[in-house]
């Protein structure tokens, strides 16, 4: 597995580089440490929607056509992502290129002009992407689960934030956010792939002029669950889309890779308990996946699926019996075997692509205490056995943690019956 190196720039942000030997192509990806999280009930949607601004030119590069121009020019990928805990810009060229990439990055985040017209004229970019997430329920099914859990909180609003917001919002208001949450405190400059000495110390002098920020941080999430829980977003659709989970374990917890053993047997394949019993023996999915997220101070399990209408009670009947032997029976070894096959294959699949080497290194600095690395990650893994997997089961799949979301023409009321282990 890739060594990496960390270094401290002359203001303390970590510069993480992960070289590959005679690797093509490198990756710069600079995460922030903010999110919808660190938001408030007024600001809910800053977050992404900043995420937007920082393309819309600098000082030397003016204009979105022109900064795009030269980004497109590096033949490579760019983009940028906003979620509840961070925020990412990355870049992904030949590696002769990336220093030129750098140059760009380092640009956006910290020249950028933020200029009260784009800041209007983005609105309708945006709220047309909030609509894009609301009509397309595969999509929009996380947002509503995550509602479920956490209720009216940072945690459970939507990370693009409210159409109210988004209308409301004012240069100065981006220009505060930036100011406190954008700079050394809370940056984290990776690269990955074939990299040189010469690009790390490009990468050394142009991001020390990252400022130092105040940094507000999050809210803790507060889990005080006691029954099973629903939520519905009403549709008038064909199909429902549904996520029935528990809650589990956030980053650093001592069960948390068992969780993730558990949501690759119950649906994380083809060869899947959930995958194999709800689509090929009912026909009841077209898609059908169970996942386990992990954030710093909380996660869950889900089982996500698109069913039809009228057989909603049946797949969800179906997916808590798959939970409940799952506890109540010991996972056989060849099953066993065969997940943690699948999760090394995927892990050194990954590892190959230097955006994602970039992605792996630059979630473990923001979220751990120690950074992980896929080589200790499949370690853990290997160790764990079927009796691990059978104790965290029973912990987890327990009524005081069930949650359903459903997107669809139905109502809450009509499955509080059968929601129970």
């Known amino acids: ?54 393309f819309k030119g ?24 906003t979620s509840k805990e961070f925020t990412g810009y990355w870049v992904k060229v030949a590696a002769p290129k990336i220093k030129k990439a750098l140059d760009i990055v380092g640009d956006m985040l910290l020249h950028s002009k933020i200029e009260a017209a784009e800041v209007e004229r983005e609105k309708g970019v945006i709220i047309e992407e909030l609509n894009m997430y609301e009509d397309n329920p595969l999509l929009h099914i996380e947002d509503v689960f995550e509602a479920c859990l ?52 490009a990468a050394l002098k142009i991001f020390s002029d990252f400022r130092s920020n105040p940094w507000e941080n999050k809210l803790p999430v507060k889990e005080k669950q006691k029954t099973p829980q629903l939520k519905t977003a009403y549709k008038k659709v064909d199909q429902v889309n549904l996520s029935l989970g528990v809650r589990a374990y956030p980053i650093g917890h001592s069960e948390e890779f068992r969780v993730k053993l558990l949501s690759v047997i119950l649906g994380g394949s083809m060869s899947s308990r959930l995958f194999i019993n709800l689509r090929e023996r009912n026909g009841l999915a077209y898609y059908v996946r169970t996942t386990a997220e992990n954030y710093s101070d909380s996660g869950y399990l889900t089982t996500t699926a698109g069913v039809p209408v009228a057989k909603t009670a049946t797949a969800i ?48 600095a923001v979220l751990r205490k120690k950074i992980l690395t896929p080589g200790e990650f499949l370690k853990k893994i290997k160790a764990i056995t079927a009796v691990d997997l059978q104790k965290t089961a029973k912990r987890i799949f327990v009524d005081r943690g069930l949650n359903l979301a459903l997107i669809g023409p139905v109502k809450a009321e009509k499955f509080k019956k059968i929601l129970k282990f």
């Open 1 to 54: 597995m890739n060594k990496y190196k960390i270094k401290l720039l002359s203001n303390k942000t970590p510069l993480i580089t992960v070289p590959i030997k005679g690797a093509p192509t490198a990756t710069v990806l600079v995460i922030i440490k903010t999110g919808s999280k660190y938001e408030n009930r007024k600001n809910n949607g800053i977050s992404h929607f900043l995420e937007h601004m920082f």
């Open 58 to 81: 600098t000082a030397r590069r003016p204009s979105t056509l022109l900064l795009s121009s030269e980004l497109d020019s590096l033949g490579g990928e760019y983009n940028a992502f």
């Open 150 to 201: 956490y209720g009216d909180t940072p945690a459970g609003w939507e990370t693009v934030g409210t159409k109210d917001n988004i209308r409301r919002f004012k240069q100065e208001d981006f220009l505060k956010y930036l100011r406190s949450q954008y700079g050394a405190r809370s940056a984290y400059v990776v690269l990955a792939g074939g990299i040189k000495a010469g690009d790390e110390k």
């Open 317 to 364: 009947k179906i997916i808590l019996a798959e939970y409940r032997r799952i506890a109540a029976e010991p996972i056989g070894a060849r099953e066993l075997k065969r997940a943690k096959d699948l999760l090394q294959g995927k892990a050194l699949l990954q590892m190959e692509a230097t955006d994602d080497l970039a992605t792996w290194y630059a979630r473990q």
